[in-house]
């Protein structure tokens, strides 16, 4: 006989220090050996119980050997690494099970299918389990809320430009980032664009969220290591458009008090300023690429994608393989392909 080792953790379960990634394999093993059955083992990694088995890879395809009859018998340290809390999923991968005539084994005993009895006590756990995701989802809601409504924050280094967290977990203001958003604001108030604001920024030297935190000096960008960080017009926006900086700080859509940089009479004439002048700008908002994935290159028969030129100029269709190992096919201005203009000989001939 063949039984198939199934292990899985997700973040959750790390959480909650449960049995470890490995320690379940090993476990597993050890029961192949000491029964005298070969084995196979399946893994999901960082996938939740409560996710469709059909879209967990490991689960997925050991359930596809049960029922091709390579894989006799199923090995969990426990029921809820098949599923936690859903029972129509534990109800199919029974069945799956039952209707191959395929065993069930916890750590220390089989759970016999076929048995009511064990059937019902499985489903009970199963309820059971469900019960205790959601008390424990709420009561971490509730703490959640609780904490921002005591001004205490999570997350990690990378919080509200100026806004760092004390030993205590409270939002306390950076005093050497403080200057920088009273100057962001005030330039704004003079009536600087977003993209001049971010100008003047670089020219001072003055370093961006990312560059001064430690672990973020160095960014991947498209297979190049990018070590330098600029301010841009984006961020200056956001920063002039978050209430955290008059001392509202949103938390599912609720503000809460938290400590302000400016007072809210200079975040209004901001908001303001903001509604009615051209030269503040979003730019945030993605072009929506209207024929993304509709054109096929006639030279190496891939997909043309929508990209941003390097010029800045305008955005474009260029050929996916620019991604890997170029072709050589040039790319269409979105004036072309999304417009009423008419493209017939005004593109390159190589482009279907």
């Not at 999923?89 to 005539?101: G, P, S, Y």
């Not at 389990?129 to 005591?150: C, M, V, Y």
Request: net charge positive.
């Amino acid at each position: 006989m063949k039984i198939g080792i199934y292990k899985r953790v997700s973040t959750d379960d790390q959480a909650d220090n449960g049995i470890s990634f490995d320690n379940q394999e090993k476990i597993g093993i050890d029961f192949a050996l000491k029964n005298g059955y070969d084995y196979s083992v399946f893994s999901d990694r960082g996938l939740s119980g409560k996710i469709p088995f059909n879209k967990r890879p490991g689960l997925n395809a050991l359930l596809n050997e049960v029922i091709e009859k390579k894989i006799n018998a199923v090995f969990v340290t426990d029921l809820d690494r098949i599923s936690r809390g859903d029972l129509l999923q534990t109800t199919l991968i029974k069945n799956i099970l039952k209707d191959n005539k395929a065993k069930l084994f916890e750590i220390d005993r089989e759970i016999d299918l076929n048995d009511i009895n064990q059937e019902l006590l499985a489903d009970i756990r199963g309820l059971l389990a469900a019960f205790e995701i959601k008390k424990t989802s709420g009561r971490i809601k509730t703490q959640l809320e609780q904490n921002a409504k005591d001004g205490k924050v999570g997350g990690g280094p990378l919080l509200a430009f100026c806004y760092t967290k004390d030993l205590n977990k409270m939002l306390v203001v950076k005093e050497d980032e403080k200057e920088v958003v009273e100057l962001i604001y005030n330039l704004a108030i003079e009536g600087k664009g977003t993209k001049a604001i971010a100008t003047i920024l670089n020219e001072k030297g003055i370093l961006t969220k990312r560059g001064r935190t430690q672990t973020g000096n160095t960014l991947l960008v498209k297979g190049v290591k990018k070590e330098t960080f600029l301010w841009r017009d984006a961020v200056v926006y956001k920063i002039l458009t978050n209430p955290i900086y008059m001392g509202k700080r949103l938390f599912k859509g609720k503000p809460h008090d938290c400590p302000a940089i400016v007072t809210e009479k200079t975040f209004k004439l901001v908001k303001e300023k903001l509604a009615t002048r051209d030269q503040f700008k979003n730019t945030t908002n993605k072009y929506t690429f209207l024929l993304k994935g509709l054109i096929t290159c006639s030279v190496c028969k891939g997909k043309f994608v929508g990209k941003k030129r390097e010029s800045g100029k305008d955005n474009a269709y260029v050929c996916n393989s620019k991604r890997y190992e170029f072709c050589g096919n040039r790319g269409i201005s979105v004036y072309y392909g999304d417009s009423d203009h008419p493209i017939s000989g005004q593109i390159d001939p190589g482009v279907s």
